[in-house]
Nanobody
Framework: QVQLVESGGGLVQAGGSLRLSCAAS??????????MGWYRQAPGQEREFVAA????????YYSDSVKGRFTISRDNQKNMVYLQMNRLKPEDTAVYYC???????????WGQGTQVTVSS
């Protein structure tokens, strides 16, 4: 069982920045060997992929909608993953979820989510 706890969401004006954090834990969970990712879900829409980091942290992946504005990073010593979000837009408003899994194609554990609201 993996526990994922997100934090750092909030209300920000368009053009601003936020940094989301996700703390991962679990008795049999090996963070350094897990892919980690961020997804988001806006009201009335399906959950969508935002960013992912393979366990080799130099391998990162982004959706086209956030590429160049968002950066995913991880600290394998602290079992933390981060999402730095810059130049935020109103369409970035959503609940953001942290995810863990064997690969970026196979996320099996999810956090409860943190709300991000971008005002115009």
């Amino acid at each position: 069982q993996v526990q994922l706890v997100e934090s750092g969401g909030g209300l920000v004006q368009a053009g601003g920045s936020l940094r989301l954090s996700c703390a991962a834990s679990g008795r049999t969970f090996t963070f350094s060997r897990s892919a980690m990712g961020w997804y988001r879900q806006a009201p009335g829409q399906e959950r969508e992929f935002v960013a992912a980091s393979s366990w080799i942290s130099t391998n990162t992946y982004y959706s086209d909608s956030v590429k160049g504005r968002f950066t995913i990073s991880r600290d394998n010593q602290k079992n933390m993953v981060y999402l730095q979000m810059n130049r935020l837009k109103p369409e970035d408003t959503a609940v953001y979820y942290c995810a863990a899994g064997r690969s970026r194609y196979d996320f099996t554990d999810w956090g409860q989510g943190t709300q991000v609201t971008v005002s115009s």
